[in-house]
């Protein structure tokens, strides 16, 4: 069972670089979520995605775009990267059923590293 | 503002050594709280979903509770492979279903 699939799993960046980050999930789940995960400040939610073609800005979305253009898969984009954005990012997914507080499912995370 | 606060940090215990892992939360209206493991290099893995004062989960050797303010993860007797960072997640009314998580609480626990 795949569940939650992340990819790339690391990278190091050098400043001012572009990357894109893969989500992908096999559970037919509605709702997608991108967190960062820094020591001390446990997960912060950068977007998320109600629906395919759909998005939304979370907790600290600046410096990072998001498009969810199938319903499995959901990217997270940096377009000029600092060194203030290294991270492990985790992406998650949930179902949802009305008003069914379905539980979110994670992926293994991407470390990424900003020189 | 909605806030959830874990403690302690970091728990060292000895292996069979019962012990209690806390979560509170400030939020103005709670619909769900949720646990989860999270091993070193893993993503966080669902463990309970609680969602009234008064509502109790059993898994193996890990029992959350939720009251009013609070939210308790009971670890009986554990054993080394209970090891991992515990952390805490509220959804609230406000927060369009988006989850609110605690810092955690590193626990490691020694045979």
């Known amino acids: 069972n795949a569940g939650v699939t992340q990819t790339p799993k690391f990278r190091v960046l050098k400043t001012g670089q572009s990357m894109t980050l893969l989500c992908a999930q096999d559970m037919n789940h509605e709702y997608m979520y991108w967190y960062r995960q820094d020591p001390g400040m446990g997960l912060r939610l950068i977007h998320y995605?109600?629906?395919?073609?759909?998005?939304a800005k979370g907790e600290v979305p600046d410096g990072y775009n998001v498009s969810r253009l199938k319903k499995q898969n959901f990217l997270l984009g940096l377009e000029s990267a600092a060194p203030s954005q290294t991270s492990v990012y985790f992406c998650?997914?949930?179902?949802?059923?009305?008003?069914?507080?379905?539980?979110?499912?994670f992926g293994d995370g991407t470390r990424l590293s900003i020189l | 503002e909605d806030q959830v606060t874990q403690s302690p940090e970091a728990l060292r215990l000895q292996e069979g050594e019962s012990s209690s892992l806390n979560c509170s939360y400030t939020v103005s209206g709670l619909r769900g709280l949720f646990w989860y493991r999270q091993d070193p290099g893993k993503g966080p893995e669902f463990l309970f979903t609680?969602?009234?004062a008064g509502e109790e989960k059993e898994k193996e050797r890990l029992k959350a509770t939720l009251t009013k303010k609070e939210s308790f993860l009971h670890i009986t007797a554990p054993k080394p492979e209970d090891s991992a960072t515990y952390l805490c997640?509220?959804?609230?009314?406000?927060?369009?279903?988006?989850?609110?998580f605690g810092q955690g609480t590193e626990l490691s626990v020694k045979p």
């Open positions: 609680l969602y009234s």
């Open positions: 995605s109600v629906g395919e073609g759909t998005t």
């Open positions: 998650a997914s949930s179902s949802h059923q009305g008003d069914i507080n379905q539980p979110q499912h």
């Open positions: 997640a509220v959804r609230t009314y406000n927060q369009g279903g988006k989850l609110i």
